[in-house]
């Protein structure tokens, strides 16, 4: 009914940059929030960004001044371009979008993509 995919992931050096992707489709009626998470091996999942309807953004600390969030409302994506990568940036990147569907009514719920992994080498 709904799905997120991802794209951008890969591999690069310690101090290079990535842009992530992730197109949201489907029923949708509309998107409140989308959100960057990550989780690195044997670690949780952490939220790394989020962007509203205002357009209004929020960032982990970890990543404040080096990332930045996007979206194109009309094309329902939501983009995270990272700058100046650290090692510890290594992780499976998920996009994840808190909306409403055709046919749920007033109901929000979240949505989440299958990741794409970043790998930043020293």
């Known amino acids: 009914q709904v799905q997120l995919v991802e794209s951008g992931g890969g591999l690069v050096q310690a101090g290079g940059s990535l842009r992530l992707s992730c197109v949201a489709s489907g029923s949708i009626f509309s998107i409140n929030v989308m959100r960057w998470y990550r989780q690195a091996a044997g670690k949780q999942r952490e939220l790394v960004a989020y962007?509203?309807?205002?357009?209004?953004?929020n960032y982990a600390d970890s990543v404040k001044d080096r990332f930045t969030i996007s979206s194109d409302r009309a094309k329902n994506t939501v983009y995270l371009e990272m700058n100046s990568l650290k090692p510890e940036d290594t992780a499976v990147y998920y996009c994840?979008?808190?909306?409403?569907?055709?046919?749920?009514?007033?109901?929000?719920?979240?949505?989440w993509g299958q990741g794409t992994q970043v790998t930043v080498s020293s």
């Open positions: 962007i509203n309807t205002a357009g209004a953004t």
């Open positions: 994840n979008a808190f909306l409403r569907t055709i046919n749920s009514g007033a109901y929000y719920q979240d949505y």
